[in-house]
């Protein structure tokens, strides 16, 4: 009946509200060790802040607000390399585009660099290329 006093269109029962503080602290024993129970949560909060909550509600809340997970990349560590090179190699494949082209019949190949600016510069440098007047770089 008191939704017609004040107009809402929704209930909230059943969905128990922490605190900021408590619901951030949840939310971070969560994403600091996944596989954490609710009863250990309940607990770790009620010592913390001396809030007393339950193991539902916490499994509730927890429903509601899902933990995005990171999920491993497939990029090699850079101290994981055997050879320098490839060390460097994988830097340089993250900072630039590489576009081959290849004419047909036999004709010439052209690597193509593309990047952000001073891309240019740092092959001229670091590789001891000479570029074509005629290229515009990055």
Known sequence: MRGLI????????????????????????RQLY?????????RIVGREYGYKTNNRTVMAFLERNPILVQLPLPV??????????????TV??????????????GGPLWLRLTGQAGVKAFIQTELGLGLESGDAGA
């Not at 996944?34 to 309940?42: D, M, N």
Request: net charge neutral; charged share 25%; hydrophobic share 35%.
């Open 92 to 105: 340089v494949r993250l900072l630039f585009h590489f576009v081959r082209e290849v004419e047909p019949d």
């Open 34 to 42: 996944p596989p954490i129970r609710a009863r250990e949560i309940v």
């Open 76 to 89: 090699t560590g850079f101290h994981q390399f055997d050879d320098a090179y490839r060390a460097r190699w």
């Open 6 to 29: 004040d107009q809402r269109t929704t209930t909230t029962t059943g969905q128990h509200r922490y605190p900021d503080v408590v619901a951030s602290y949840v939310l971070y024993l």
